[in-house]
């Protein structure tokens, strides 16, 4: 189940809302004022920044299927 973040039109609030598929046909309203004017906005919560500060750090991976990257 994702959890998406939104912004209202109306106040400005940013919020988060956990989006099951029971509820993929309900609008979705602000906590704040109850507008169901928002707009799904961008969240950067899977990228971290490296200890110089410098690009951002992919989250870690596992093996997987393959167990390597290809290289050798």
Known sequence: MPIYEYECSE????????????????????T????TKVQKIMSAGSLRVGSGGGLPIAPPHGGGCGGGSGFS
């Open 11 to 30: 106040c400005k609030t940013v919020f988060e809302t956990l989006v099951t598929s029971a509820s993929t046909e309900t609008e979705v309203a602000c």
């Open 32 to 35: 704040k004022c109850s507008s």
